[in-house]
C-alpha cells in the first residue's frame, strides 16, 4: 500500500502544473460559458457548459504544462 502511495504523489509532483493548469482552464471555460456564451447555439464551443469546460480544461492544462519547475542537478 505505501508504494502505491508514493507512486502516486511522484505522479503528482512530476505534473503538478498541468493538474493545476487542467483545473483552472476547466473552471475558467465554465465561467466562460456561464457570462460570455452563446445564445444562438450555432458557437460549437461556448454554447455548451460541457464542451467549453472540456475546451478549457485541455487550453489550461497545455498552457501550464510549458512551466517547468527547477530540478537540482549536481
Same mark, same amino acid.
Given at each position: $500500500? #505505501?508504494?502505491?502511495?508514493?507512486?502516486? *504523489?511522484?505522479? *503528482?509532483?512530476?505534473?503538478?502544473?498541468?493538474?493545476?493548469? =487542467? *483545473?483552472?482552464? =476547466?473552471?475558467?471555460?465554465?465561467?466562460?460559458?456561464?457570462f460570455v456564451g452563446c445564445?444562438?447555439?450555432?458557437? =460549437?464551443?461556448?454554447? !455548451?457548459? *460541457?464542451?467549453?469546460?472540456?475546451?478549457?480544461?485541455? $487550453?489550461?492544462? /497545455? /498552457?501550464? !504544462? $510549458?512551466? +517547468?519547475?527547477?530540478? #537540482? +542537478?549536481?
Amino acid at each position: $500500500m #505505501n508504494g502505491e502511495k508514493s507512486k502516486i *504523489v511522484q505522479l *503528482v509532483n512530476t505534473y503538478k502544473w498541468t493538474i493545476i493548469g =487542467a *483545473v483552472a482552464g =476547466a473552471l475558467g471555460g465554465y465561467l466562460y460559458y456561464y457570462f460570455v456564451g452563446c445564445a444562438s447555439g450555432t458557437c =460549437a464551443i461556448t454554447s !455548451s457548459p *460541457v464542451n467549453s469546460t472540456l475546451y478549457g480544461t485541455l $487550453m489550461g492544462g /497545455l /498552457l501550464f !504544462s $510549458m512551466i +517547468k519547475s527547477p530540478t #537540482n +542537478k549536481k
